[in-house]
């Protein structure tokens, strides 16, 4: 049961344009997002998050939406720039009787076209 | 660089074996986290340790086991190895207990299993 979905495996985006990466959750009692970028050969890096009590969070180039009545997520990048690159993961939070984890979708591949 | 680390950085054995991965957090870390993802895969949560106990637990096998020392290293033991377990295993660290808090990934185990 995957509880969340990236349904676009890749995305191709003109240097300079908006990129938008979507994310769909299923589990209403997620309470704090996340988004994280994967270059080949390392590890995940953090890029932003949102609380469950926000619609929007931004920080420079990138924008984080939540729409809870639709639990969709979604990460805008603009402008993209080449390093932007990489694989993009959306995460999701939730407390369940204690046993806290984190879900993780299955990934976007975002090129960037100079 | 994230600060974590892991060893070995790849490990290639065979069916039927036994191997441990290690993890070392970015100093100051209480929890520790370990990941697989398999081709095709987002990220699959198995398992959290906080401060030298279990925290929480995901899709773990009962073939695999953890555990964190007191120095908060941790370990990853791998027993009766299969072919689909085949996957690169990641550790992350955060401060945090909770599992939406920023986690820190290390740079991966690419275990091979033939």
């Known amino acids: 049961d995957q509880q969340v979905k990236q349904n676009s495996p890749s995305l191709s985006v003109q240097e300079g344009r908006i990129s938008i990466l979507n994310c769909d959750y299923t589990n209403s009692m997620f309470d704090y997002f996340l988004w994280y970028k994967k270059y080949p050969a390392e590890g995940p890096t953090f890029l932003i998050s949102i609380s469950s009590i926000k619609d929007k969070n931004e920080d420079g180039r990138f924008t984080v939406f939540l729409n809870k009545s639709a639990k969709h997520l979604s990460l805008h990048i603009v402008p993209s720039q080449p390093g932007d690159s990489a694989v993009y993961f959306c995460a999701a939070s939730v407390i369940s009787f204690g046993n806290e984890k984190l879900t993780f979708g299955t990934g976007t591949r975002l090129t960037i076209i100079p | 660089d994230s600060g974590v680390t892991q060893t070995p950085k790849h490990l290639i054995t065979a069916t039927g074996q036994r191997v441990t991965l290690r993890c070392s957090p970015r100093?100051?870390?209480?929890?520790v986290y370990w990941y697989q993802q398999s081709l095709d895969q987002g990220l699959q949560f198995l398992i959290q340790y906080y401060n030298g106990e279990e925290r929480a637990k995901g899709n773990i096998l009962e073939r695999f086991s953890a555990q964190q020392f007191p120095d908060l290293h941790s370990e990853l033991n791998l027993s009766s190895l299969e072919l689909g377990d085949s996957a690169l295993y990641f550790c992350?660290?955060?401060?945090?207990?909770?599992?939406?808090?920023?986690?820190?990934f290390g740079p991966g185990t690419r275990l091979t299993v033939l």
């Open positions: 992350a660290s955060s401060v945090g207990s909770r599992g939406g808090d920023t986690q820190y």
């Open positions: 100093s100051g870390d209480l929890s």
